[in-house]
């Protein structure tokens, strides 16, 4: 008890010793009491010198920084070729479902419902009217103008080729997507004059292959009225009956064949979201007082096929990019644990010349965002590459989505992060002592 009382001086000795400068040195340099200094305070690390450590580890490790920054750049370029690939493929099949007229609908003069005999027609300003709906886009009218068309004068009325006189303007081939073969189609200064356009079908019965600039045109009898043909239109897809016709100016027909200036159809183009709604005020909208007399064609059943495959990719590349992510992550995370595992004599020796567990966290996080930057700045070159040889190959344009690519390098330095946490905890928990002792 006696040497006990000796180790444990009494605090009011302890006191008075400090107070009057007496005191044992090895109280007065306990490591609790002693000041900070510039040679004791912990270093901190700026992020240079947290990339340049995270560096040598990559550095250091060369072939199996490659393999990791290789599995990562595989997922990446899965995740960009998954998605431009298909969207690629979308935009061609867009371009093919927009050239069958998905977003095409035509309104026809119902020829039964057309009273007193009289053939059935549209009000002059139905056109126009139509044009006001919010959603339309385009609009155009062709009218019948009921007139028979011969190649020569020397064939009789009862030889005529049974073909449709149509009048029409000079925004018709936009509307339908038509394009010339031969020739060129009617402007607005050429729609006033006696000259015609064929469709495919008329010039082949007519005799006519091809219009040669340069040559006197030919021509054909209108009713008692020669017209010069002035171009061959290719075959038209969203409107078959404009194969079969003789197209002439809006101006001209009145002028030489006593149109009336009434439409019998009209070509509508709208947006694609809204097509329904437009079709089901179009009756109304074309002849409000006899919308009964309006034929609206429904829109084609290859635009539900269209929403129905937009859905299904959607689907597809949020699952595939997952996966590809998942994969990227694990194969860093699985490195990573590895490397904390092989290089525990370096870390027990960092701790004990000083470093402490935020610095060795540090380090290791760092090697791990560096990998997968690596890695994911690998996977977007080649998957852009991929992309756009597989699209050029199939001869679709190629489209590169931005957020993929964007999302593709961000996500690789998050999967960085995430997959570096556990390991570099793991080596900041590494005892000194231990981890040197570590053969």
Excluded: C
Excluded at 265 to 291: G, K, M, N, W, Y
């Amino acid at each position: 008890m006696t040497a006990g009382r000796r180790r444990r001086p009494a605090a009011g000795r302890q006191e008075s010793a400090t107070a009057g400068g007496t005191a044992a040195p090895h109280a007065a340099t306990a490591p609790t009491d002693r000041p900070e200094t510039p040679w004791t305070r912990p270093v901190r690390l700026s992020p240079a010198d947290l990339l340049r450590l995270g560096l040598v580890g990559v550095l250091s490790r060369r072939t199996r920084a490659v393999l990791s920054a290789i599995g990562i750049s595989i997922g990446i370029a899965t995740m960009i070729v998954v998605t431009g690939i298909p969207a690629s493929s979308q935009k061609a099949l867009d371009a093919e479902l927009t050239a069958l007229g998905t977003d095409r609908l035509q309104a026809v003069a119902d020829r039964d419902a057309a009273q007193d005999g009289t053939p059935a027609s549209f009000p002059e300003t139905s056109a126009a009217m139509v044009a006001r709906i919010g959603a339309v886009k385009a609009v155009t009218a062709v009218a019948n103008t009921h007139t028979s068309v011969r190649r020569s004068d020397k064939i009789g009325p009862l030889d005529e080729s049974g073909l449709t006189v149509l009048a029409a303007r000079p925004d018709l081939l936009d509307v339908v997507n038509a394009t010339v073969a031969s020739g060129q189609y009617l402007t607005k200064v050429t729609e006033r004059f006696p000259t015609v356009v064929l469709g495919s079908d008329s010039a082949t019965r007519l005799g006519f292959s091809e219009v040669r600039p340069g040559e006197p045109p030919p021509l054909v009898l209108l009713g008692g009225q020669w017209f010069s043909v002035t171009g061959i239109l290719r075959s038209v897809p969203l409107a078959p009956d404009l194969d079969r016709a003789v197209l002439v100016g809006w101006d001209a027909a009145r002028r030489h064949l006593g149109f009336d200036g009434r439409p019998t159809q009209l070509f509508i183009q709208a947006d694609e979201e809204h097509i329904a709604d437009v079709r089901a005020v179009l009756p109304a909208t074309v002849d409000p007082e006899s919308p009964s007399v309006v034929l609206v064609s429904r829109p084609s059943d290859v635009l539900a096929a269209k929403r129905s495959a937009e859905a299904t990719f959607s689907g597809l590349f949020v699952g595939l990019a997952g996966l590809a992510l998942l994969v990227g992550g694990i194969g860093v995370a699985n490195t990573m644990v590895i490397s904390v595992l092989e290089r525990r004599r370096e870390i027990g020796l960092r701790r004990a010349l000083g470093a402490n567990r935020g610095q060795i966290r540090g380090q290791f996080l760092t090697e791990s965002v560096v990998l997968s930057g690596l890695g994911g700045l690998t996977g977007v070159v080649v998957g852009v590459v991929a992309t756009i040889g597989y699209a050029a190959f199939q001869g679709w344009p190629a489209v590169i989505p931005l957020q993929a690519v964007t999302g593709g390098f961000a996500g690789a330095a998050l999967i960085g992060v995430v997959a570096g946490v556990y390991p570099a905890v793991r080596a900041s928990r590494l005892s000194p002592t231990v981890a040197l002792a570590t053969t």
